[in-house]
């Protein structure tokens, strides 16, 4: 346990954390300064104060979807490699201010107009201080676990927090193309209201479990967002490599972001690459109809000091993952919505024209490069429009199992484990990946199993990290099909996680009661042994370990 009155910050939200413990120095592993740590906790503070009143606005009748997509953003700005701009976080708080005082004045008055006797809030003001010193250290009073003197129920309640800052995100993706959901704001805000009382352990527990549920929610919306405004991804060859031309290369999630950058970049010379967990758009119809959308370049966000180093155009960072950018293009990289980093312009509204202007002052590619493609695009619909064909591989045993190996990736060798893993599995079972865990075994030629002349690929490519969602749909619809239950099913979960929304993906799939998930590469630090305790013994959760020990555990017939 880390000694967080003596320390300078403290946050334990990502899987990176200092000795997986607690980043408590000046600056944490991802770059986040103690200041930023204290303007963060700051503004989770204030925002489950504004939830709260935003809740009981709800109460008496009253609901404000521009404060609630405001909350969203803020809280998004405060995920791992989002937002590192104090003067951003500075505004933050400002606003969060006036939204407070807002909500409650609004809640008052309609109670005294109904002649209803208001709900006592304790510690439900606040007020905001213009200099940033005395935001920061009143920041530092709110260092997450010191809110409860219980360590577990601290720990627990930061599970639930870290698996809403991952909705959060999500449900950002799906509001800004225009699909919101009162139901899931309500609940959303609920339960940031939640966070602000005292509970006990297991209520504690069962908070988490109805986060996973709202997770769950959240991506079927993002799911249902992303479709209806670009078309089913289909399986699509996506070029790996780059093509003459000025450029411009758009890392991150966010959909919408991108389509604008494409409608505002046609007939300009401009091609346009996605980098990262942006790799799924390009198989998106509506997307692809695009023709300067040429490709994808580089591979996950961890390796983008490298290839944004190379990359001859503009940069466009749409959500995490930002790294502190090198000055070899920190002149040529912009950040988007929630994104921020010190001294890098950000673009605000839906203006993309600094960015092009950059793209067409760069060299660009001076040659095309040999032709790589990869395939991807293998969306549940797509996936279980072939569901009688891998049922009856199935049946007569030419598939034996299912692995979904996927999730977040990182630095660390450890995660070599899943590239280990994925070349482990015998060649009778298919793997079916999402996230930015794909770069790990993407590149794998894993070949194809023949079923009846129905040639089935070993590696499906299920999309970005929310796409998870696809992956559980796939795992349900093959349930029926077998007239079983999920965990009944010749199907294993490998999971590597890194950041918040891994941890609503995490908190989605309890809430369906999936279990014999191998989680790595270390467990949450977050996660204490009486929590850690209650996932085993519930839900059979294991870190991981040796590959063949693993496969073993997973109950492969066959090893």
Same mark, same amino acid.
């Given at each position: 346990?880390?000694?967080?009155?003596?320390?300078? &910050? *403290?946050?334990?939200?990502?899987?990176?954390?200092?000795?997986?413990?607690?980043?408590?120095?000046?600056?944490?592993?991802?770059?986040?300064?103690?200041?930023?740590?204290?303007?963060?906790? &700051?503004?989770?503070?204030?925002?489950?104060?504004?939830?709260?009143?935003?809740?009981?606005?709800?109460?008496?009748?009253?609901?404000?979807?521009?404060?609630?997509?405001?909350?969203?953003?803020?809280? *998004?700005?405060?995920?791992?490699?989002?937002?590192?701009?104090?003067?951003?976080?500075?505004?933050?708080?400002?606003?969060?201010?006036?939204?407070?005082?807002?909500?409650?004045?609004?809640?008052?008055?309609?109670?005294?107009?109904?002649?209803?006797?208001?709900?006592?809030?304790? $510690?439900?003001?606040?007020?905001?201080?213009?200099?940033?010193?005395?935001?920061?250290?009143?920041?530092?009073?709110?260092?997450?676990?010191?809110?409860?003197?219980?360590?577990?129920?601290?720990?627990?309640? $930061?599970?639930?927090?870290?698996?809403?800052?991952?909705?959060?995100?999500?449900?950002?993706?799906?509001?800004?193309?225009?699909?919101?959901?009162?139901?899931?704001?309500?609940?959303?805000?609920?339960?940031?209201?939640?966070?602000?009382?005292?509970?006990?352990?297991?209520?504690?527990?069962?908070?988490?479990?109805?986060?996973?549920?709202?997770?769950?929610?959240?991506?079927?919306?993002?799911?249902?967002?992303?479709?209806?405004?670009?078309?089913?991804?289909?399986?699509?060859?996506?070029?790996?490599?780059?093509?003459?031309?000025?450029?411009?290369?758009?890392?991150?999630?966010?959909?919408?972001?991108?389509?604008?950058?494409?409608?505002?970049?046609?007939?300009?010379?401009? $091609?346009?690459?996605?980098?990262?967990?942006?790799?799924?758009?390009?198989?998106?119809?509506?997307?692809?109809?695009?023709?300067?959308?040429?490709?994808?370049?580089?591979?996950?966000?961890?390796?983008?000091?490298?290839?944004?180093?190379?990359?001859?155009?503009?940069? &466009?960072?749409?959500?995490?993952?930002?790294?502190?950018?090198?000055?070899?293009?920190?002149?040529?990289? *912009?950040?988007?919505?929630?994104?921020?980093?010190?001294?890098?312009?950000?673009?605000?509204?839906?203006?993309?024209?600094?960015?092009?202007?950059?793209?067409?002052?760069?060299?660009?590619?001076?040659?095309?490069?040999?032709?790589?493609?990869?395939?991807?695009?293998?969306?549940?619909?797509?996936?279980?429009?072939?569901?009688?064909?891998?049922?009856?591989?199935?049946?007569?045993?030419?598939?034996?199992?299912?692995?979904?190996?996927?999730?977040?990736?990182?630095?660390?060798?450890?995660?070599?484990? *899943?590239?280990?893993?994925?070349?482990?599995?015998?060649?009778?079972?298919?793997?079916?990946?999402?996230?930015?865990?794909?770069?790990?075994?993407?590149?794998?030629?894993?070949?194809?199993?023949?079923?009846?002349?129905?040639?089935?690929?070993?590696?499906?490519?299920?999309?970005?990290?929310?796409?998870?969602?696809?992956?559980?749909?796939?795992?349900?619809?093959?349930?029926?099909?077998?007239?079983?239950?999920?965990?009944?099913?010749?199907?294993?979960?490998?999971?590597?996680?890194?950041?918040?929304?891994?941890?609503?993906?995490?908190?989605?799939?309890?809430?369906?009661?999936?279990?014999?998930?191998?989680?790595?590469?270390?467990?949450?630090?977050?996660?204490?042994?009486?929590?850690?305790?209650?996932?085993?013994?519930?839900? $059979?959760?294991?870190?991981?370990?040796?590959?063949?020990?693993?496969?073993?555990?997973?109950?492969?017939?066959?090893?």
């Amino acid at each position: 346990m880390v000694d967080i009155e003596e320390a300078d &910050m *403290f946050c334990y939200q990502c899987e990176q954390t200092q000795d997986g413990k607690g980043c408590t120095l000046i600056k944490g592993v991802c770059g986040k300064t103690s200041p930023v740590a204290a303007l963060q906790d &700051m503004l989770i503070e204030v925002l489950k104060k504004i939830s709260t009143y935003a809740s009981l606005c709800r109460s008496v009748g009253i609901a404000d979807k521009a404060l609630d997509r405001w909350i969203l953003e803020a809280i *998004f700005s405060t995920l791992t490699n989002v937002n590192f701009d104090e003067k951003r976080f500075d505004e933050y708080l400002r606003l969060a201010a006036f939204h407070l005082k807002t909500a409650r004045d609004r809640y008052l008055a309609e109670c005294e107009k109904k002649k209803i006797v208001p709900k006592a809030v304790k $510690n439900g003001d606040w007020e905001y201080k213009p200099f940033l010193t005395t935001l920061i250290e009143e920041g530092r009073l709110h260092v997450l676990p010191k809110q409860d003197e219980d360590w577990d129920i601290a720990s627990t309640k $930061n599970l639930t927090l870290f698996g809403i800052k991952g909705a959060a995100a999500y449900l950002h993706h799906a509001v800004v193309l225009g699909f919101e959901d009162e139901k899931i704001s309500e609940d959303f805000q609920m339960i940031i209201s939640k966070l602000i009382t005292k509970m006990t352990f297991e209520e504690a527990i069962g908070l988490a479990l109805k986060t996973g549920d709202l997770c769950y929610r959240v991506m079927e919306l993002l799911d249902r967002a992303n479709t209806q405004s670009y078309g089913t991804p289909i399986p699509t060859q996506v070029r790996m490599s780059p093509v003459k031309g000025k450029c411009i290369l758009v890392s991150g999630h966010d959909l919408r972001d991108l389509d604008i950058l494409l409608k505002q970049t046609k007939d300009k010379g401009v $091609n346009v690459y996605t980098h990262g967990e942006m790799l799924p758009c390009n198989a998106y119809p509506k997307l692809k109809e695009y023709k300067h959308l040429v490709g994808h370049y580089g591979g996950p966000w961890q390796l983008q000091k490298t290839d944004f180093d190379k990359f001859p155009g503009a940069i &466009m960072m749409t959500t995490n993952c930002i790294i502190e950018p090198k000055k070899s293009y920190a002149d040529r990289i *912009f950040t988007r919505a929630a994104v921020g980093w010190p001294g890098v312009r950000h673009i605000e509204k839906d203006d993309m024209g600094p960015v092009i202007e950059t793209a067409l002052k760069q060299p660009g590619f001076k040659d095309d490069a040999p032709k790589k493609e990869i395939t991807i695009g293998f969306s549940h619909k797509s996936v279980i429009g072939m569901a009688d064909t891998i049922v009856n591989a199935v049946k007569k045993g030419a598939i034996k199992h299912f692995f979904v190996i996927g999730g977040c990736d990182g630095t660390e060798t450890e995660r070599n484990y *899943f590239t280990d893993f994925a070349k482990a599995i015998p060649k009778d079972c298919v793997i079916l990946t999402c996230g930015c865990g794909k770069f790990r075994i993407n590149y794998l030629d894993l070949g194809i199993i023949d079923f009846e002349g129905a040639k089935i690929p070993r590696l499906l490519d299920a999309g970005q990290c929310n796409d998870a969602f696809g992956a559980v749909q796939i795992a349900i619809a093959l349930s029926k099909a077998f007239n079983c239950g999920v965990n009944d099913l010749p199907l294993s979960l490998v999971i590597s996680w890194f950041e918040q929304k891994a941890v609503a993906v995490f908190l989605a799939l309890l809430h369906l009661g999936m279990k014999n998930m191998i989680l790595g590469p270390r467990l949450p630090a977050f996660v204490t042994p009486k929590l850690l305790k209650i996932l085993v013994e519930k839900f $059979n959760v294991k870190p991981i370990g040796v590959v063949q020990d693993d496969l073993k555990f997973l109950s492969l017939i066959h090893i």
